[in-house]
């Protein structure tokens, strides 16, 4: 067998470290662009999520306060029990203003949905959902899922007073 010059086996494996470097650089690549996509898809989940988030907490809140006033006479009462002999001025006080305070604040949380959305009235966006140009109607794609709960919300309306 013929030995090979050491300065050719040295190119030759110079060239095979070049095509493994070469070879790794693009999958590296490919990971990193790999990466970037589901990095990017998570930011727009989170994000969708948000909005969604944000608004069933806008339609709901009214409904939270008469949860809480639900919730504070439960509340009351194990107080009550807890506290039914007051053994000193604290104790008493406690139990005069936490009632107050719980009542005050349900009724801070109704107001603030009732002013959000009316339920009596049509529903009305805060923000205009399409545009109109001489292309025709759009719609962002960002707003879409607002879109269709705006739309179920006013067939409950339609439905609530007998037109749909």
């Known amino acids: 067998m013929e030995q090979i010059p050491k300065e050719m086996a040295d190119a030759i494996k110079d060239a095979d470290i070049q095509k493994e470097i070469t070879i790794m650089s693009k999958l590296l690549d490919a990971v990193e662009k ?13 994000k969708e999520l948000e909005r969604s988030a ?6 709901n ?3 939270t ?11 009351m009462a ?13 104790g008493a006080l406690l139990i005069l203003l936490v009632p107050m305070f719980v009542q005050l604040f349900a009724f801070i949380l109704c107001f603030a949905g009732e ?10 966006p805060l923000k205009r959902f399409t545009q109109v140009s ?3 109607v759009t719609v962002d794609r960002d707003r879409l899922n607002e879109l269709l709960l705006y739309v179920a919300d006013v ?6 007073h007998g037109k749909l």
């Open 34 to 46: 790999t990466f970037k996509k589901i990095v990017n898809l998570l930011v727009e989940a989170f």
């Open 54 to 59: 944000g608004y069933a907490i806008s339609i």
């Open 134 to 136: 001489e292309d025709g």
């Open 78 to 90: 194990v107080l009550g029990m807890k506290y039914a002999i007051i053994p000193d001025r604290k």
């Open 155 to 160: 067939e409950d309306y339609l439905e609530r």
């Open 115 to 124: 002013k959000m959305h009316p339920r009596k009235e049509l529903p009305i």
């Open 61 to 63: 809140i009214g409904y």
């Open 65 to 75: 306060g008469t949860v809480v006033k639900f919730a504070a006479y439960y509340g």
